[in-house]
């Protein structure tokens, strides 16, 4: 099987010049992570939902916070980016894919973008069909951060690890999950003028302790609840990886948190599958 058999054809494109805010409406127009950005017919770089994301930090500069929905695609794309051709197999996509952290890649025929192939589109190719074992055998440990931690401390921890974070209540179950997507499409307020966040860790406390004033710090700030992804889909240790896929495409979701009686044990993720066909 080869990238000319799973990828996405034809592609959704974006200029240069076009608004970031105009980029995040492609993306939840199209459900897509990922625009490759043209510049006439030339491939002049891609832009994802992480690189939205991670600008939403509230200690940066005020460019890159909520003022980047007017910054130009330009200033926030990966330039040239790293693309396959149609006839690259499946094992080559996955091994570049790993290789480069990336989680799609344009497919170049002669010069001409043809399309795009991207983690999603592997979950449904034979090879990972062919995975056997369990989801103990793939699954990687888990980052937990409270429902009360600052959005800067998740954006931190996402960014650190590259993956997403589990959010937990005080006595250890399960809340929630904050992914690269909940970052990208989080409508934030943003903070108030002459106001700062930096060093806050904690913003909200889960007891109440006086007037409601003296329990937050300011409700407009965000916190993990507040873009927390939940129910969280789970599954068990010794479940097959097949099983595991097969949810992970039925409920277009790219991980799994590994659950048993009760205990979080660890997330199995679409980049975990990946690793299995590149090795």
């Known amino acids: 099987m080869y990238a000319k058999d799973v990828m996405s054809s034809p592609v959704q494109v974006i200029?240069?010049?076009?608004?970031?805010a105009y980029a995040r409406n492609q993306m939840l127009r199209h459900r897509c992570s990922r625009l490759p950005v043209v510049d006439g017919d030339r491939l002049a770089?891609?832009?994802t939902k992480k690189d939205l994301g991670y600008r939403l930090r509230q200690t940066e500069p005020t460019w890159r916070r909520r003022p980047i929905d007017r910054v130009p695609v330009s200033l926030l794309m990966t330039p040239d980016p790293v693309c396959v051709s149609p006839d690259s197999t499946i094992g080559t996509v996955a091994g570049v894919m790993v290789e480069y952290g990336v989680s799609g890649l344009p497919v170049v025929d002669e010069?001409?973008?043809?399309g795009i192939v991207t983690k999603t589109d592997l979950l449904r190719s034979v090879s990972v069909e062919r995975l056997e074992g369990t989801v103990r055998d793939l699954m990687g440990d888990v980052v937990t951060v409270s429902r009360y931690h600052s959005l800067d401390h998740v954006i931190d921890l996402v960014s650190e690890r590259d993956d997403r974070v589990v959010v937990v209540n005080s006595d250890g179950t399960l809340?929630?999950?904050?992914?690269?997507?909940?970052?990208?499409f989080f409508e934030f307020v943003g903070l108030l003028p002459g106001e700062s966040e930096r060093g806050v860790t904690m913003l909200r406390r889960e007891a109440p302790g006086g007037p409601k004033t003296r329990r937050h710090v300011r409700d407009v700030f965000a916190v993990a609840e507040d873009l927390m992804s939940r129910p969280v889909e789970c599954v068990a240790p010794d479940a097959p990886i097949a099983d595991a896929v097969r949810r992970m495409r039925e409920l277009r979701i790219n991980s799994l948190v590994v659950v048993d009686a009760g205990d979080i044990k660890g997330i199995i993720t679409r980049d975990d599958v990946i690793k299995g066909v590149a090795t």
């Open 45 to 47: 770089g891609i832009i």
């Open 111 to 114: 010069g001409t973008l043809a």
């Open 175 to 184: 809340a929630g999950i904050i992914t690269e997507s909940n970052l990208a």
């Open 15 to 20: 200029g240069p010049d076009d608004s970031a």
